[in-house]
C-alpha cells in the first residue's frame, strides 16, 4: 500500500534534493523514499546489536579492573594521568 503524506522541508534542502533527483533521472519521491529506507534499516541495525565490539587486540585489562564500573575506571586514569605529569618535573 503506498499512502501521500506531507512533510515541511528547509527550501534549500529540497531545492538540492529535486536537482539530485533531476541529475540521476529519478523522482523526488523515490530520491525520497530511498534516503528513509537508508536512515530506518541504519537504525535497526544499530539496535540490533546484542554486545559491544570487543577488539581483537591481546593484553586486556589490569588484573582487578572491573569495566563496568565507570568511576573506578575514571580513577585509574586520573591515577595515570598523576603519574604520567610527576615524569614531566
Known amino acids: 500500500m503506498i499512502?501521500?503524506?506531507t512533510v515541511r522541508l528547509p527550501t534549500e534542502l529540497l531545492d538540492r534534493a529535486r536537482r539530485k533527483a533531476a541529475d540521476e533521472g529519478r523522482t523526488l519521491t523515490a530520491l525520497i523514499e530511498d534516503g528513509l529506507r537508508l536512515v530506518v534499516s541504519a537504525n535497526q541495525?544499530?539496535?540490533s546489536r546484542?554486545?559491544?565490539p570487543v577488539?581483537?587486540?591481546?593484553?586486556?585489562?589490569?588484573p582487578g579492573v572491573d569495566v563496568g564500573?565507570?568511576?573506578a575506571l575514571?580513577?585509574?586514569?586520573d591515577l595515570e594521568y598523576v603519574e604520567r605529569m610527576k615524569r614531566f618535573r
Open 69 to 71: 564500573d565507570l568511576s
Open 50 to 52: 546484542d554486545a559491544i
Open 55 to 62: 577488539s581483537k587486540a591481546t593484553g586486556g585489562t589490569l
Open 3 to 5: 499512502e501521500r503524506t
Open 45 to 47: 541495525r544499530r539496535k
Open 74 to 77: 575514571q580513577e585509574l586514569e
